[in-house]
């Protein structure tokens, strides 16, 4: 079973940073891109950021370039999100996400639809 378990959400100032972590069983890992979306209330889920696990293609959000950074750790099954800079409108939950990548043909994006397996998300909340 594919499980994916996200963390590190809080309550932040403006300006301030946040890592957040997903860590993934149940695949194998190397095949994946992983890729982080957030929702707030009565907004649509929107992609944030991903990465391929294999190449290290990333992906950004328009709005989060810049100020966030994706990065990925084999050895322990992890993808680490980095938000810094952070931004009232920044708010939302987080989640995690895999699509398989390797040999697949498709691109590291920021589409829901590309994706397979999802996990529980994180809370990020920034007060102004």
């Known amino acids: 079973e594919v499980q994916l378990q996200a963390s590190g959400g809080g309550l932040v100032q403006a300006g301030g940073s946040l890592r957040l972590s997903c860590a993934a069983s149940g695949l194998t890992f190397d095949d994946y891109a992983i890729g982080w979306f957030r929702q707030d209330p009565g907004k649509e889920r929107e992609g944030v950021s991903s990465?391929?696990?294999?190449?290290?293609?990333?992906y950004y959000a328009d709005s989060v370039k810049g100020r966030f950074a994706i990065s990925s750790d084999n050895a322990k099954n992890t993808v680490y999100l980095h938000m810094s800079s952070l931004k009232p409108e920044d708010t939302g939950v987080y989640y995690c996400?895999?699509?398989?990548?390797?040999?697949?043909?498709?691109?590291?994006?920021?589409?829901?639809?590309?994706?397979?397996?999802w996990g529980k998300g994180t809370q990020v909340t920034v007060s102004s």
């Open positions: 990465i391929s696990t294999s190449d290290g293609s990333t």
């Open positions: 996400a895999a699509m398989w990548y390797v040999g697949s043909g498709r691109v590291v994006g920021g589409d829901e639809a590309d994706m397979e397996h």
